[in-house]
């Protein structure tokens, strides 16, 4: 099933945040349908630095092939503002694809861009925004790639703004919409009210962001097609590798940290170590 058609069932898709093979490996293994590779994972793993436009395009593109090659699940991966105006989100679109992106989600702020959730965005003119997703919906080499719409205008110009700008994001022909940041409860509920029917919505969870962190089942509820939770695995890999570090500094050995930690069969298990070897043995001729 592609994930448009995915999109247009009731039941809400969770994404959950990836950022190389193993994570996307583990996540495919608990069974979700979909992945979401965010820059701000990319950000803090690769360079250990925060989100606030320092990865590249092709940090990007480079790191969804890895993951690509590792599983075939959908894969959303977050194109920021397409690094650049419209020509540069064109070549964004062609290289993702060709990575084997299944959405490109694109945002209204001005490059370089900062973490949804951080102060002091801001943003470009409505109508650039809106060329950007025309000219990358001109340069996708099919229908089924599709275009995640994004704005932060909430924090910036406020709620009717997001609103206003997202039904020109709709007309200049996004598949998904996005509206980033809402403050309560009650402003998720309004996005949903003024979008559902129209065209599949998003939901940020961001833990300790600017919205209330909610469930898929009450964001289903609401009228969401999709839910990501884009940077949890590494702020709950930051935390546990934190704590390992300090142990073995404190400790001089793992032995300590061993319950809270696979040993060298427990992860060759979990990677699938002996059926990669078995394939190159069939490949040999060997049983």
């Known amino acids: 099933m592609s994930l448009r058609a995915r999109l247009a069932r009731p039941e809400i898709l969770v ?125 996708r080499a099919s229908d089924e790639t599709l275009i995640v719409a994004r704005t932060d205008a909430i924090a910036v110009e406020g709620f009717s703004a997001a609103v206003d700008r997202a039904g020109a994001y709709i007309e200049a022909g996004a598949d998904v919409l996005f509206i980033e940041a809402p403050r309560t409860g009650d402003e998720l509920a309004r996005v949903a009210a003024e979008f559902r029917g129209r065209i599949p919505l998003l939901a940020n969870m961001v833990e300790g962001g600017a919205t209330p962190v909610q469930g898929a089942a009450d964001l289903e509820a609401l009228g969401f097609s999709l839910v990501i939770f884009p940077g949890g695995i590494v702020r709950a890999l930051a935390r546990v590798a934190q704590e390992y570090y300090g142990s073995l500094k404190a400790h001089g050995s793992n032995r300590p940290f061993a319950e809270r930690m696979f040993d060298f069969a427990g992860l060759n298990r979990v990677i699938g170590t002996e059926e990669m070897l078995a394939e190159g043995r069939r490949f040999e001729g060997k049983p």
Request: charged share 20%; with cysteine.
């Open 15 to 139: 994404a959950p945040g990836v950022y190389d093979g193993l994570t996307a490996g583990l996540a495919a293994a608990a069974g979700f349908e979909a992945l979401y590779l965010s820059g701000a994972a990319v950000a803090y793993t690769r360079l250990g630095r925060p989100d606030i436009g320092l990865t590249t395009m092709s940090e990007m593109a480079d790191t969804l092939a890895l993951i690509r090659d590792r599983v075939d699940l959908p894969v959303v991966i977050d194109a920021d503002t397409g690094f650049g105006n419209a020509l540069n989100a064109q070549r964004t679109m062609r290289v993702y694809e060709r990575a084997g992106a299944n959405a490109l989600q694109v945002e209204d702020q001005t490059y370089p861009k900062r973490c949804g959730h951080l102060a002091d965005k801001s943003l470009i003119p409505k109508a650039e925004m809106a060329g950007k997703i025309a000219a990358m919906a001109e340069a």
